[in-house]
């Protein structure tokens, strides 16, 4: 199938989407600026639902599914809301996305998963002993750029956590934790976690459940370099990822490991 093609596939489901949303208590009710959610259903929870709905009753395995900036706007929602809703989906593996492709319709089921672990358990996995040392953890606000991460007002309160994890006793990466500060109440007053996943789950009863990671190769920068023991422009694999717990961003983060020391592996299947 061409692009094109794919395009116009997918362009079918935008009516039916676009239907079923408007008919829907919370589609029916355009948001206002800043809100989330409405009762005891998130907005993006609610449209997540609707979405697997329709694929349910209009769609056929292999189908494209449109593209964010169309359907976005047939629904009038936000595009970070549709992304929030695709991304669980996607997780649940009611869609899945094809790099250069586009996001569709699986074709079958059983394909592998990768695992939102934290750092000490893929170390553990690894047969490494996992460790770490908190370079800072205090509270701040969401910039313009992180707002837009997170799904916050500018101005937001968060919790910043920056860590040097190790394997082996060896520096493997620098870690930047951002977390919003509203849902994890007195977090900044609690002593700096180093197993951040574990701290939340044991303090808060959060487990985060699903995510998405984005990969790049990026040069060190000075102080990375000084603080993993690698000149400075050495390669260094950027790893950013949104976890959620439901459908509840609670931790942003971007991680720096050295290139030379960490193997990046994903199942694939056909």
């Known amino acids: 199938m061409t692009m094109l093609g794919s395009r116009a596939q997918g362009r079918r489901l935008v009516e039916p989407l676009r239907r079923a949303w408007a008919a829907d208590a919370v589609g029916a009710v355009p948001a206002k600026r800043g809100e989330r959610s409405r009762g005891p259903e998130s907005r993006q929870a609610a449209l997540a639902r609707v979405i697997d709905a329709v694929l349910h009753q209009q ?39 094809l790099p250069g492709l586009g996001t569709f319709v699986p074709r079958g089921t059983g394909a592998p998963k990768v695992s939102l672990t934290s750092f000490s358990e893929d170390m553990r996995r690894r047969g490494l002993h996992p460790s770490s040392r908190v370079l800072r953890f ?114 942003y983060s971007a991680c720096f490991y050295r290139a030379d020391r960490y193997r990046l592996s994903v199942p694939l299947t056909r």
């Open 138 to 251: 205090e509270g701040s606000t969401a910039t313009g750029w992180l707002a837009r991460e997170m799904g916050l007002e500018v101005g937001a309160p968060v919790v910043y956590l920056q860590r040097l994890l190790l394997a082996d006793g060896e520096p493997m990466a620098v870690d930047e934790n951002y977390l919003p500060a509203a849902r994890l109440p007195g977090l900044e007053h609690e002593r700096a976690p180093h197993s951040l996943y574990a701290f939340l789950r044991e303090r808060y009863g959060v487990t985060l459940e699903w995510g998405e990671d984005q990969v790049e190769a990026i040069p060190a920068s000075l102080v990375q370099a000084r603080l993993l023991g690698v000149g400075e422009g050495a390669p260094l694999l950027q790893l950013v990822r949104h976890a959620y717990a439901g459908d509840t961003l609670m931790n």
């Open 59 to 97: 769609s056929k395995p292999g189908d494209p599914f449109p593209s964010e900036r169309e359907l976005a706007e047939a629904l009038q929602v936000s595009r970070a809301t549709l992304r929030a809703a695709t991304d669980g989906l996607v997780s649940r593996g009611a869609l899945e996305r």
